[in-house]
């Protein structure tokens, strides 16, 4: 299927979503993730495909690729070489992020989900880690003060 422009289009349980292109503020959000990442030495990259299966297909706003692994050279990567996805929750993204997706990833071993929500003119960012087959929550902390802490 061919994604009109500007939009990505998902495979969940075989069906197509389409999303529209994120908010400007997604965007910076998603830009100083990858700063963050960045700094602190970790190759992480934006919109980049991961294929579950044939029937999940989930582009992550941001994906980190595990130590030791390589992104291959497509825009679709195996979920053993992702060690942390994060979704930046939109208006219309919230039910798909907090509970849609936290069940995919942890259902196919990704180690971490985080998941960026508004607060006020910043972002929470909520550290999830995969435990018992569940992501549990670690740490929250303002994206301002991630990429603070990291130089």
Known sequence: MREPEGFKVELHEGVPKMTPPPFP???RASGDL???????GREAYH?????FDDR???VPDVSVIRMGSTASDDNVQAPDIIDIVVEIVSRGSVDEDRVVKPKLYARFGIPEYWRAERAGDDWSVLMHRLED????????VLLSELVREAG
């Open 56 to 58: 999940h297909y989930r």
């Open 34 to 40: 990858l700063v963050y990442f960045d700094r602190i």
């Open 133 to 140: 087959g569940r992501y549990v929550l670690v740490r929250t």
């Open 25 to 27: 503020a997604h965007q």
């Open 47 to 51: 919109d980049i495909g991961v294929r």
